[in-house]
């Protein structure tokens, strides 16, 4: 595949701003996949253990925020017919 960086340039001048505000993150996502994930994570006063993963990830299923296991299927395309 050849790059047309002239073409590139022609439809790039015919995007809205919201939609090259959309094309600038993904080449950054692109470039620096890590950098820009970490730019907008929260940042936590302590790493969390082991133990206080599986404890938060407890707490979520009992407060009804988890996914069932059907549904992930179903998501997946590997549902049983």
Same mark, same amino acid.
């Not at 919201?18 to 470039?31: G, P």
């Not at 979520?60 to 998501?75: F, S």
């Given at each position: 595949m050849s790059i047309d960086r002239n073409g590139l340039d022609r439809m790039l001048d015919r995007l809205g701003q919201?939609?090259?505000? #959309? /094309?600038?993150?993904?080449?950054?996502?692109?470039?620096d996949p890590i950098g820009c994930s970490l730019a907008s994570a929260p940042v936590d006063e302590a790493p969390i253990t082991p133990a206080a993963a599986l404890n938060s990830a407890h707490a #979520? /299923?009992?407060?009804?925020?988890?996914?069932?296991?059907?549904?992930?299927?179903?998501?997946f395309g590997l549902a049983s017919r």
């Open positions: 919201s939609q090259l505000a #959309a /094309i600038i993150h993904l080449l950054e996502v692109m470039t #979520a /299923i009992q407060r009804g925020e988890g996914i069932p296991h059907e549904e992930i299927l179903r998501e």
